[in-house]
């Protein structure tokens, strides 16, 4: 019963996508957050994610066949060059079939560009589009949150995974939830999502997303209390990149800011919060672990085990230093053997981008995040600039410090409308000013 909703709900969003586009795409935004699949089989035909993503790019173009000259696409230039400079890097890559390589690209670039580049010029051409993809958000945020808190009352067990997972021939791994002697208070969470990681990727991207709708005149005790619930579940998600990832984020906003009463707000809050896990001494200890790396409460990478981790990586690439070893050499080496005896799961962006695309894998996100920065500088004003580059760096520490799982998707989503919000915030005071200006005219004559 529960596969025949799943699917009809699909269904009706491919085909709102050809009737009503923003409501097609807020339905998949929805199901993106609280599935942790997409499964279609329609007779002998399958539909997976990344065929549905190319529906929905195609949808947009069907849309606005009027209008493709005016695509938006600078916004999202920086991720474009990236996918470009590594696509043109796989003739040169000898230590992996090429065909290989080409898959994995085709498979990154259709799960992580089409749908922001859809959502992002959907936004651009109709109105509403923005309130409605943000509300849809912002409800996933929600359900996702309270039930990520609630499964602290049953560690180990997840009603929706377990009932959701078999639908795609997957099975929910409850040894690994509970995390048996692993120093996790309530185990490892994942919420509506496949893994705890994600989640936590998630949690941390929702917070910079629930800040930047905080209005300076407006009431806000809705978002104030979504943050609170955020950092919740941050805490308590048995996960503790997210925690780290966050106090990263955290103390770049203050840096850029310089808001000295914001920063006395952080700083109570941050000595409350502290005390409250200190009455909790097995929750305190799995935190403080992250500052410790000799401590034994908490099984994960300590600061040896990463610099071991680093020193196998540029063994690994010996020989081909300068391009890496091929596009998803990673994700291939995986697939045939598991994990690596050194580097294990590959967790951080330098081992992947460093194994894949060697130094000039390096230089490449050097360019993006340069060009990243450059294009949100020239563009908005410093309180939104903030915010924009807030994300990145969220998006960027979190898989410094735990890889890249197909993390990109979700930070695109939550760019692009944080984008949209503040490109109709300023179309919107540049109208403002300039009907200003003319009553003035009109009122001097």
Same mark, same amino acid.
């Not at 639908?167 to 496949?194: H, P, Q, T």
């Not at 005390?275 to 410790?292: G, H, N, R, V, W």
């Not at 949100?376 to 410093?382: A, D, G, P, S, T």
């Given at each position: ?40 089989? @329609? ?30 696409? =600078? ?12 696509? #043109? ?23 992580? #560009? ?9 936004? =651009? ?6 309130? *409605? ?17 609630? *499964? ?10 377990? +009932? ?52 300076? =005149?407006?009431?806000?005790? &809705? ?9 919740? +579940?941050? @805490? ?19 840096a850029m800011t310089r808001k000295y009463s914001l920063i006395i707000y952080v700083a109570i809050s941050s000595i409350i919060i502290y ?19 000799k401590s034994e409460a908490v099984s994960g990478s300590s600061n040896s085990m990463r610099l071991e981790q680093l020193k196998g990586c ?24 598991g994990d690596h005896p050194v580097m294990l799961a590959f967790e951080s962006l330098v081992y992947v981008v460093l194994c894949n695309s ?38 960027? &520490?979190?898989? #410094? ?7 990109? =998707? ?36």
């Open positions: 019963m529960l596969g025949i909703f799943v699917s009809i709900y699909l269904l009706v969003m491919l085909f709102l996508c050809f009737i009503r586009l923003r409501f097609g795409i807020a339905m998949y935004l929805l199901y993106q957050i609280l599935v942790p699949f997409v499964n279609i089989n @329609i007779g002998s035909v399958h539909f997976g994610q990344n065929l549905v993503n190319v529906i929905v790019f195609v949808s947009l173009l069907w849309s606005y066949n009027d209008k493709l000259n005016q695509l938006e696409y =600078k916004s999202l230039l920086p991720f474009i060059f990236l996918f470009v400079a590594q696509l #043109l890097l796989i003739p040169l890559h000898t230590k992996m079939p090429v065909e290989e390589q080409f898959n994995f690209f085709r498979l990154d670039i259709m799960g992580s #560009l089409m749908l922001p580049f859809a959502m992002i010029n959907v936004m =651009k051409f109709d109105k509403e589009a923005y309130i *409605l993809f943000r509300n849809a958000m912002l409800i996933g945020v929600v359900i996702a949150v309270l039930y990520g808190i609630f *499964l602290t009352l049953i560690p180990g067990v997840n009603p929706w995974l377990i +009932a959701v997972m078999p639908l795609n021939d997957m099975k929910f791994n409850d040894s690994y939830a509970l995390a048996e002697n692993g120093g996790r208070l309530f185990g490892r969470i994942s919420s509506v999502f496949s893994h705890p990681m994600t989640f936590g990727l998630f949690l941390c991207l929702s917070f910079v997303f629930t800040y930047s709708l905080i209005k300076p =005149k407006g009431r806000n005790i &809705t978002y104030f209390l979504l943050l609170a619930l955020l950092v919740i +579940a941050i @805490i308590v998600c048995g996960v503790r990149t997210p925690i780290g990832s966050l106090i990263v984020v955290i103390a770049f906003y203050l005390f409250i896990i200190q009455q909790f001494p097995e929750l305190f200890a799995y935190i403080s672990s992250m500052f410790d790396d540029i063994n690994t690439i010996k020989n081909n230093e300068f391009f890496g070893l091929g596009y998803g050499w990673t994700g291939y080496y995986q697939s045939l053997h060697g130094y000039m894998g390096i230089a490449i996100w050097i360019i993006v995040i340069f060009l990243y920065y450059r294009y949100i500088v020239l563009r908005f004003r410093r309180n939104s600039r903030i915010i924009l580059l807030s994300l990145m760096v969220t998006y960027l &520490t979190y898989s #410094l410090i735990t890889g890249e799982y197909g993390y990109m =998707k979700y930070f695109l989503i939550f760019y692009v409308i944080i984008l949209s919000n503040y490109k109709q915030k300023r179309i919107f005071k540049k109208r403002y000013k300039i009907r200003t200006e003319r009553i003035k005219t009109i009122a001097s004559k």
